[in-house]
């Protein structure tokens, strides 16, 4: 169940929304459900003489005479809106179940506290199945105005203990985190516009997806525009510096046919201009993209950068920790985009499932994170991507977002954690259809017998207590292969060495831990031969890199073109 507080000034025409027949006649048998007076209130769905200015000159009864005590001013965002909308696949309740719902969320929020008679008045009117529009005038019989403070959060606990007690779908609570979702309005838009997604979710995506892969400001709002996103910024009167900023989405306009704008921090709270410049260098220093001797060095930096990340979840430190789930967030994105295949659909899916995961009430110490993020954006500008190299990076996304979802649920971030989750359910399948086939060629180029059992006796020897499982791993002839191709190492020592790391003990397939992780070793004298595991795919590389040109919640018909 799933509230959604907020405030305006025009109690008549919210009235006409909810008792009119909708956007798209979506509205089917309007009806008062509940009221602060079901006697008093006139229901303009149910009595043919009532009308909304009778229903609005009721409820706005308080608000006038506060009004004329203060000499004509009225109240400042004087009407509260909360619509209440029970989760897709749930029972539909009955009008007797909803105004319960009703009186007990204005309770709750403080606008109607039960046995208050000078309390504020409310209707609750429903015109669907699925949900309830809750408003009222927030001014009180004695003239003050009610303690509404953290009433969303207050809607959302009621809401919780309502799921339980009528058998409702519970839906995990927020932190005021979550980004703003599309209302409905929005939705209606895309859907006649024949888009998937909304102009807002839309635009939230590119906007991650640039931010990720930019150096600096100025790069950044150069992308956007080059895909066809409109950019207006705000300036500060006395320095002239950006002081926010709004975006567009091509062709999305409003009936006066003027671009409809978002600002940043609503698309997403970490994506105001405060909280980007916290993730960019110093603006004054031009960051080109640093010459690159091996291609394959972003991919390994990136993935001993990912390793380190999944350290530092075990750490006492929850700022470093976050600020190193915000650059992983990032990362996701890079790696997708730096990444061809099939299963680069769910790496951009699981990087758009992250993005509530990167967020959380605990302030994050970016600069923490410095070597991750800096590491991901090197696969921005990549040039080619190196094979298995690129699956061990993979393989080691899958664990740190695994990890991610354990830390968030410890810590009660029930919304990123469940969020995490589900971008490693993406990560998961991505990988075994990444991996898959290269597991297998590398089972079928397995050296001869005796080379294998050498191989065997250096397993024991170097991870005695694992053996066992290693050797008994579906995955251990590729791991022959890929010990016999990394020349230049000493196999006892590499399995030592890489047997200290993590996900060994855990691991269900400990053969395949260590194969990505010898993998990722570096040592160019066997890129070669591990390049050969794989089908290599290009990717041009450019000065500023832009995002994929179909990234996940895409509005295909404009995007296209302006690509």
């Keep these: 169940?799933?509230?959604?507080?907020?405030?305006?000034?025009?109690?008549?025409?919210?009235?006409?929304?909810?008792?009119?027949?909708?956007?798209?006649?979506?509205?089917?048998?309007?009806?008062?459900?509940?009221?602060?007076?079901?006697?008093?209130?006139?229901?303009?769905?149910?009595?043919?003489?009532?009308?909304?200015?009778?229903?609005?000159?009721?409820?706005?009864?308080?608000?006038?005479?506060?009004?004329?005590?203060?000499?004509?001013?009225?109240?400042?965002?004087?009407?509260?809106?909360?619509?209440?909308?029970?989760?897709?696949?749930?029972?539909?309740?009955?009008?007797?179940?909803?105004?319960?719902?009703?009186?007990?969320?204005?309770?709750?929020?403080?606008?109607?506290?039960?046995?208050?008679?000078?309390?504020?008045?409310?209707?609750?009117?429903?015109?669907?199945?699925?949900?309830?529009?809750?408003?009222?005038?927030?001014?009180?019989?004695?003239?003050?105005?009610?303690?509404?403070?953290?009433?969303?959060?207050?809607?959302?606990?009621?809401?919780?203990?309502?799921?339980?007690?009528?058998?409702?779908?519970?839906?995990?609570?927020?932190?005021?985190?979550?980004?703003?979702?599309?209302?409905?309005?929005?939705?209606?838009?895309?859907?006649r516009q024949g888009q998937t997604v909304t102009a807002r979710h839309w635009l939230r995506e590119q906007a991650y997806a640039v931010a990720a892969a930019v150096r600096n400001e100025a790069d950044y709002f150069t992308v956007l525009q080059s895909l066809g996103i409109k950019v207006k910024t705000r300036l500060g009167p006395e320095t002239g510096d950006v002081i926010g900023y709004s975006l567009a989405a091509p062709g999305d306009t409003n009936a006066a046919g003027e671009p409809v704008w978002y600002g940043g921090s609503k698309l997403a709270p970490d994506l105001s201009i405060n909280r980007l410049r916290e993730c960019l260098p110093d603006q004054d220093v031009v960051d080109r993209p640093r010459y690159v001797a091996d291609p394959a060095d972003p991919w390994r930096h990136t993935t001993t950068a990912v390793h380190t990340a999944r350290t530092v979840l075990d750490s006492d430190d929850d700022a470093v920790a976050q600020g190193h789930l915000t650059a992983f967030g990032d990362a996701l994105y890079n790696i997708a985009s730096a990444t061809t295949g099939p299963h680069r659909a769910e790496l951009r899916a699981a990087a758009t499932a992250f993005n509530r995961a990167r967020r959380s009430a605990t302030r994050a110490d970016h600069q923490a994170a410095t070597a991750l993020r800096k590491a991901a954006k090197e696969l921005a500008y990549a040039s080619n991507e190196p094979g298995g190299l690129a699956i061990a990076l993979l393989f080691a996304t899958v664990h740190l977002a695994r990890a991610a979802a354990k830390w968030h649920e410890q810590r009660g971030h029930a919304q990123q954690a469940a969020a995490a989750e589900e971008a490693f359910r993406h990560l998961q399948v991505g990988y075994q259809q990444a991996a898959t086939p290269v597991l297998a060629d590398l089972a079928r180029r397995a050296p001869r017998a005796a080379t294998a059992h050498r191989f065997e006796q250096d397993v024991r020897a170097a991870l005695p207590d694992h053996a066992d499982r290693i050797l008994a791993d579906p995955t251990w002839t590729a791991l022959t292969t890929t010990l016999a191709e990394t020349a230049g190492h000493n196999p006892r020592h590499l399995l030592a060495t890489v047997g200290t790391l993590r996900e060994l003990d855990s691991a269900e397939r400990p053969a395949e831990v260590l194969n990505w992780r010898i993998t990722a070793q570096p040592n160019r004298r066997t890129q070669a031969a591990r390049r050969r595991s794989t089908v290599s795919g290009t990717s041009s590389m450019s000065a500023t890199p832009i995002p994929p040109a179909t990234p996940v919640g895409t509005r295909p018909e404009e995007h296209s073109r302006h690509r």
């Design 1 to 191: 169940m799933v509230p959604d507080v907020s405030t305006g000034s025009n109690t008549r025409g919210l009235i006409a929304y909810l008792f009119g027949p909708g956007r798209r006649d979506e509205h089917t048998d309007p009806h008062i459900v509940a009221a602060w007076d079901m006697a008093g209130a006139p229901d303009p769905g149910r009595d043919p003489a009532a009308t909304y200015s009778q229903l609005a000159k009721r409820l706005d009864h308080h608000v006038d005479l506060r009004t004329r005590e203060l000499g004509g001013k009225k109240p400042p965002q004087h009407v509260w809106h909360c619509p209440v909308r029970t989760a897709p696949g749930d029972r539909y309740l009955t009008d007797a179940e909803w105004a319960e719902v009703a009186r007990r969320i204005v309770h709750a929020t403080g606008i109607a506290p039960e046995g208050d008679e000078k309390a504020c008045r409310w209707i609750a009117v429903r015109h669907a199945d699925d949900h309830i529009h809750l408003m009222a005038t927030t001014v009180r019989a004695d003239g003050r105005r009610p303690r509404t403070h953290r009433d969303g959060q207050r809607a959302q606990a009621e809401c919780r203990k309502i799921e339980v007690e009528f058998g409702l779908r519970r839906l995990k609570s927020g932190d005021l985190t979550a980004p703003r979702t599309p209302t409905g309005a929005e939705r209606a838009k895309a859907e």
